[in-house]
């Protein structure tokens, strides 16, 4: 089937918002009878009606509802997408360094909301916990997101949100059968055959340190990938199970290609934080980036003029 175009949702999506086809064509720049037609196009793809033209304005029919919900996840992405890219070929003094679970589920969502108070640009570089901390020891970096258990003394840190593991296995895989009241305790979970991040991906030290404290053992030969993609299509193929981010599955737990496996006498919350240098100079965008990570910016900061706060 051909796939509708991104620019046919966001309208479909405006209509909702705003009530009718002349106003949503507005929103978007384009004239009523283009928009018009590229809802008829849009309906044609899908083979559903989604508004009734019979009453006054446009009022979404029930199938239209429900594609006009699936439609915003799809332009609140492609804006993270667009953004997220702006941000990594940018060439600019502003300088970010994030870990990869951050920089695929959160990282986006935070640039654009940033936008909205500052349009000074930003480069974005990504990869594992290690090399974010090295690129802010070195100078390379004015800020990381990192989402390892520990931070070096000489680099300053704050937490800007929680994150937590979870076990996960394919659909039919023996885990996926277990009884509720039977969850996956330590020493079960350190003799797993897992798949995992490589060293110094901060997932894989966050569920490391969490096993160790809980007085488990961590797999020294433990499958070990370089990206949560990768580890998510080994797992989706049956064999193994992974412990990964909440963020990082989400999608896949909606839809079924994976399981979440209850586990017991191991905490495998972690903490998201920034690290700076600590005589790295305060910079306004970076304090505007740290509010809006943290989820303070709506109180703490000023949106500039032209925004569309």
Known sequence: MEMPSVESLRLLVAVADLGSISAAAR???ISQPSASSRLRNLERLLGLDLLDRRTRGAELTPEGAAVTEWARSVVTAMTGLQTGAEALRADHTVRIACSQTIAEYLMPAWLARMREYTDEPVHLTVGN???VIADVRGHVADVG?????AVPADLTARTIRTDRLVLVAAPGHPLTRRRADRPVD???LASLTLVTRERGAGTRDAFEAALIRAGGSPDPDAVALGTNAAVKIMVEAGGHAAV???LAVAA???DGRLVEVATSGVDLRRRLRAVRRKDAPPREVVSTL???SSGRAAGALKARPGSSR
């Open 27 to 29: 929103e978007c720049g």
């Open 129 to 131: 916990t290690t090399a």
């Open 145 to 149: 997101f990192v989402e390892g258990p």
């Open 186 to 188: 330590v020493d079960e």
């Open 244 to 246: 990964l981010s909440e």
């Open 252 to 254: 896949e737990l909606r």
């Open 290 to 292: 740290l509010a809006v």
